[in-house]
């Protein structure tokens, strides 16, 4: 296989698509900044090396500390003895769950997990005890010093053998009487008339599909210090998306007024959703610093972060799709199991996006779904970049392919023909703005010569589309509170340097760079005179963190607010040196410009003394909330709910090697409305990366256990990134970016989410593409060599040879 | 991270001062060469050893050469590819062989297979020694302390069950190097430098059947040096299946290596499979069926139907154990035809 990153820029739709959108903002100047390939503002230190992450801070007196785990997957603890390892020398300190006993959970509807286990063990890999010791090698040694007694109970790895359990010991207490202990969520919701939908229908798909849980990954694991200082101030760093919330759970946890508890979120290493909520080294360390008055860290092994996962949940899903014979979906029809391992982490949400975020790009008149998390002895998933929305699309996408099939409609005409348009509801009453899926598909099907490869290229080679829409960013947060979701807070020194203080989370995705470009847009000013100073809770604003992709558009809406504020001071006060209109003040190129009056002009930073001297300190506050008067009337209905959609299309090209069953992925085209590119390198970066990730879990991914038969049941099976394969760069498809932009109305300049959205559609146009290929079904996944190999063996007794046709019962006329 | 235990590191000049200093500090002491293997191992508490000797001063183990023959030149080849045989320094770094302009000529499989070890920074670091000697893999060995202790531990290290094999009182951990399928096809001789003196072993006879410990270099022992013997009209071909094209051990490693005649037939011709028990398999009964054809289709089909016949892998790698049986055959089938000069073949890997 050979990799080609052809990048942004080559030879893609995106600069004229850009172009041709520019000029449509109503009334609005043409835009400097915004729109224009740049430097990340922190791409030079973390490319050069001297970015700083968690782990490269070290505090004077600083101790090392470790966290005993369980080698239980589930296991009553009967006692904890932590003697031996206090008196061994050079440990300062040890806690067990005793010591912090109030539980927490990131939804606060089910506050299930403890910084360490208080009674019970629930996974291999659960923590237990923490140590804080002179040195790592000291902190290990006094872990083997930890006697626990456990007693073990009976363990559920199958989330149907969980949900089916009839009486306990269950996983976790029932929240109610006669509820299950090993159910998180059932989630039951039906729109239209489901079962008329079918009646109406011409054809029907009705199909079971499995997605593999996959994790994370991030290159740099999890990290935390700790530091209790003698007045009662709790300072703690980590590697968080989430610092609001950690700040939060922080206090209630460990019991300290918020007021004292600071929480620093150094850059961090890659996240995709695996640090987006509290976890037991960031407890362990605050505590741990309370105990001994120095200075704690914890670095995660890699093995750790596998135990730490949150990743995505493994899905179970059945599918009955109806349509009419010109291929108009009629009804929708899905049972879904999750498989949410020990804790529920963001699992109620998880339940609800498993159905809730399939509403879009298609019409749908009825819909139902059926979705039940089920606790097991694994490690707890969670949120990973699309979270709970790309295993239905993946199943619902490949539907649309088979439909399309049995129809012989082409599939992207199927697609288009089914479009649900801009400035609508979708049957679910989530709120569609802005909607460029129509010409993500033009797009993808162009670039890609769809039409001349679609069922036309020699067997073993094939093409597959498909679509996909993501939310940018919750219309509720975590917690029920009316206060703005983001906020920030600009600062003029005199010298002409803008101070940004954004509490956004920078995890890679380029936020410090966006609120950058925001106000060189707005005051004029040039990039190097912008200081983005982020991700200290004593000095910036609230915002909720690097989820869900809402932080470019709700942070890039609060930083506009606040740069135009602190932008008409400034032409204000010029306005009434220069005896003008303050609307007749540009403020362009590190210049405060008149407008039809090329001579008249000062630098910035006159204009900023002027500013000040007429009203003071110079600084604004902006923030913003979201529109809460759009969502489902129903209970649940707000989850899903979203002020922007995002939009894509994936054609994939594959070629498939039927001796070995190995798949190569020759290239994918990715056409992604992103309402408007701030920046354009940026978002294709994001799209390729997406497509990446999906690319990866399609083929490679299995975050999987051992079985009894395997030695011990719940055991991870490769906690490392030897034998947990992501692709290398030579494995990595040829991939185009071609950026839509929709400008969406309510989006900072238009823009709405690139980060989640562009990785849906990679796995299923993947698995369209290998059926065209060599027409065998990939419905489970991931498509490793060993699976294709095995699926071809089973079409045809391992003679495949002919092109497509669906398998008997593949699907049937009504 | 984990952490690597501590030990205490011996940089000695010479092969002498190596071999004297394993010998006094007994079983205690492990040679060092690249690393790539042990320290991982090491971190995984699998070795602990309180020194480790480094053989990375030792310059007379360093360098590839073409030897023997005085130079003579022969059928027309530059000087510096003439000789009787290849003499590698088991110190020479896997980039290095994979480069080399000698070993890429008379024994190609060999430098495909050094090319193809994990990727370019280990075999920038790792050696042919080194990679000779590599410990046997197995997904209940190559874990964390705390992985293996929530397991129960293994027959290999610690416990006193396979749990490959649920049964047997027998380790079947993986033989995972890429380069000795090569060398014994290529009928290489590796030299074992001792306390009394060096030894010659067939690179065929190096391995034993024992996944706790497969080879016969004994612990006061040093790897120092492999001669592949030069044979005009031989050609040779590596294959290794793995699912990424580069990091990846092997999950099944096959090197063919055939001597033509003048004629083009095939004088004799040998197949050996690893990365599926502990010690490389030397395919039997290839002779029979192709000495004297020139690997026509059919030929090479029947090879490949040997091959499978021969080939059982366990599940001691975590990939589909009868995936890979169905993947000898296939294998087999494509370096043939390299072999046999089919152009549409080439390129090793999947």
């Not at chain 2, 380069?179 to 096809?185: D, G, N, Q």
Request: net charge negative.
């Amino acid at each position: 296989m050979t990799g080609r990153n052809e990048g942004f820029g080559a030879g893609n739709g995106a600069a004229p698509a850009a172009n041709g959108r520019r000029d449509v903002t109503s009334g609005a100047s043409p835009l400097n900044t915004i729109g224009r390939p740049m430097r990340k503002v922190d791409g030079l230190a973390k490319a050069t090396g001297r970015a700083r992450y968690t782990d490269d801070i070290a505090l004077p007196g600083m101790l090392h500390g470790k966290i005993l785990r369980s080698p239980h997957p589930h296991a009553r603890i009967v006692s904890i003895d932590t003697s031996r390892a206090e008196a061994l020398e050079g440990v300062h300190g040890v806690v067990t769950g005793r010591d912090m006993p109030t539980p927490y959970g990131i939804i606060p509807w089910t506050p299930d997990e403890h910084p360490l286990c208080v009674d019970k063990v629930r996974y291999i890999g659960d923590g237990v005890a923490a140590v804080a010791a002179v040195d790592e090698d000291t902190a290990i040694a006094a872990l083997d010093l930890i006697d626990v007694a456990y007693e073990e109970l009976p363990e559920y790895f199958d989330p149907h053998e969980a949900i089916a359990a009839p009486s306990g010991p269950y996983i976790h207490e029932p929240r109610k009487p006669g509820w299950s202990g090993n159910v998180t969520k059932v989630v039951k919701l039906e729109f239209g008339d489901v079962d008329a939908g079918f009646d109406e229908a011409d054809v029907i798909a009705e199909h079971d599909y499995f997605f593999e849980g996959t994790t994370h990954t991030p290159i740099e694991p999890h990290c935390a210090i700790g530091l209790a200082e003698g007045d009662g101030k709790v300072t703690v760093w980590s590697a968080t998306q989430v610092p609001h919330y950690l700040h939060r759970e922080l206090a209630r946890v460990l019991e300290v007024d918020p007021a004292k508890v600071r929480v620093i979120q150094p850059p961090v290493g890659g996240a995709f959703g695996g640090k987006s909520e509290p976890f037991d080294l960031e407890f362990c360390v605050a505590k741990l610093s309370m105990l001994t008055g120095r200075p704690v860290k914890i670095l995660y092994t890699r093995e750790e972060v596998f135990y730490a996962h949150r990743g995505r949940h493994p899905f179970h899903m059945r599918y009955r799709t109806g349509a009419t014979s010109d291929g108009m979906l009629t009804s929708v029809d899905a049972r879904i199991v999750l498989d949410g391992g020990a804790y529920a982490s963001f699992g109620l949400v998880t339940t609800y996006y498993s159905g809730q975020l399939l509403t879009a790009p298609y019409q749908m008149p009825a819909y139902r779904f059926h979705s039940t998390r089920a606790y097991t002895n694994k490690p707890a998933c969670g949120p990973k970049r699309g979270h709970g929305s790309v295993q239905p699309r993946f199943a619902f996408e490949v539907q649309l392919d088979r439909i399309a099939e049995l129809l012989e409609i082409d599939p992207i005409e199927l697609r288009r023909r089914n479009f649900i348009g801009a400035n609508t509801r979708t049957v679910n009453e989530l709120r569609v703005t802005s909607n460029g899926f129509l010409e993500c598909l033009a797009e993808v099907e162009r670039a890609s010569d769809w039409k001349r490869k679609h069922r036309r290229l020699p067997f073993g080679r094939g093409v597959g589309v498909a679509g996909s829409t993501y939310i940018s960013g919750t219309n509720y947060p975590i917690y029920p509170n009316e206060m703005p979701q983001s906020g920030i807070q600009l600062q003029v020194d005199r010298s002409g340097r803008v101070a940004i203080f954004s509490g956004a989370s920078e995890i890679g995705q380029g936020v410090d760079s966006m609120v950058a470009y925001v106000v060189a847009e707005e005051l004029g000013v040039p990039l190097d005179h912008i200081r983005v100073l982020a991700g200290d809770t004593d000095f910036t604003p609230v915002d909720l963190g690097a989820y869900s992709s809402r932080v470019t558009f709700m942070l890039g809406n609060a930083c506009l607010q606040a740069a135009r504020k602190l932008k008409a001071m400034v032409q204000g006060a010029v306005a009434e040196e220069w005896e003008a209109k303050p609307r007749e003040v540009l403020l362009a190129g590190g210049m405060a410009l008149r407008a039809g009056d090329t001579g008249t002009g000062m630098p910035l930073r006159e204009a900023f003394n002027l500013a000040e001297a007429k009203f003071g300190t110079l600084g604004a506050t902006g923030s913003y909330n979201t529109p809460k008067d759009v969502h489902g009337s129903y209970r649940g209905g707000t989850i899903g709910a979203s002020p922007a959609y995002s939009f894509t299309a994936h054609v994939a090209e594959v070629e498939v090697d039927t001796e070995t069953g190995f798949v190569t992925v020759d290239k994918i085209w990715i056409a992604h409305d992103c309402g408007r590119a701030l920046n354009p390198v940026l978002v294709a970066g994001q799209m390729e990366g997406s497509a990446y990730m999906g690319f990866a879990e399609a083929l490679m991914e299995e975050h999987i256990f051992k079985s009894a038969d395997e030695g011990r049941a719940g055991l991870h099976n490769a906690p490392s990134l030897l034998d947990y394969r992501i692709p290398t760069s030579l494995d990595t498809p040829a991939l185009e970016s071609l950026i839509v932009e929709s400008i969406d109305p309510e989006g900072p300049y238009g823009a709405k989410e690139a980060g989640e959205g562009p990785l849906h559609p990679s796995i299923p146009a993947i698995a369209n593409a290998i059926y065209d290929a060599v027409g065998v079904r990939m419905d489970s996944l991931p498509f490793s060599p060993p699976r294709v190999w095995r699926a071809l063996q089973a079409a045809d007794g391992g003679k495949v040879s002919g092109r497509i046709g669906e398998a008997v019962g593949a699907g049937h006329a009504v | 991270m984990l952490r690597l235990p501590s030990f205490r590191y011996h940089r000695p000049a010479t092969l002498d001062e190596a071999l004297e200093r394993l010998a006094g500090l007994g079983p205690e002491a492990v040679p060092i060469a690249g690393g790539t293997d042990l320290m991982p191992n090491m971190k995984h508490g699998l070795f602990t050893p309180a020194h480790l000797v480094s053989l990375n001063r030792v310059d007379a183990m360093k360098g590839t050469r073409v030897a023997g023959g005085d130079g003579v030149k022969g059928n027309g080849r530059p000087a510096e590819l003439a000789g009787t045989f290849l003499e590698i320094g088991a110190l020479e770094t896997l980039a290095d062989l994979a480069a080399h302009p000698a070993v890429r000529f008379h024994a190609p499989a060999v430098a495909q297979a050094a090319g193809l070890v994990a990727g370019p920074q280990l075999r920038n670091m790792g050696t042919i020694g080194g990679n000779v000697c590599l410990d046997t893999r197995c997904t209940y060995y190559n874990q964390t302390k705390f992985w293996r202790h929530a397991l129960g531990y293994c027959l290999k290290k610690d416990g006193d069950v396979c749990h490959v094999t649920r049964v047997g009182r027998k380790c079947v951990a993986a033989h995972s190097a890429d380069t000795p399928a090569a060398l014994i096809a290529h009928d290489a001789v590796l030299t074992l430098a001792g306390p009394s003196g060096a030894r010659d072993l067939a690179a065929a006879d190096f391995f034993v059947p024992d996944g706790i410990r497969n080879t016969r270099r004994g612990d006061d022992e040093i790897l120092t040096r492999v001669r592949i013997p030069i044979v005009p009209g031989r050609r040779s071909a590596y294959r290794k299946l793995r699912q990424r094209s580069s990091i990846d051990f092997p999950l099944l490693s096959l090197a063919v290596a055939a001597d033509f005649a003048e004629d083009a037939s095939v004088a004799t011709i040998r197949g050996v499979v690893s990365a599926l028990g502990a010690r490389p398999r030397l395919l039997s009964g290839w002779d029979a069926i192709a000495a004297g054809t020139r690997l026509e289709p059919d030929v090479v089909e029947a090879l490949a139907d040997r091959a499978r016949r021969q080939c059982r892998p366990l599940d001691n790698i975590i990939v589909d154990a009868e995936w890979r049986r169905a993947m000898v055959p296939v294998y087999a089938r494509r370096a043939l035809r390299e072999l046999a000069g089919d152009p549409s073949t080439a390129g090793a890997g999947a």
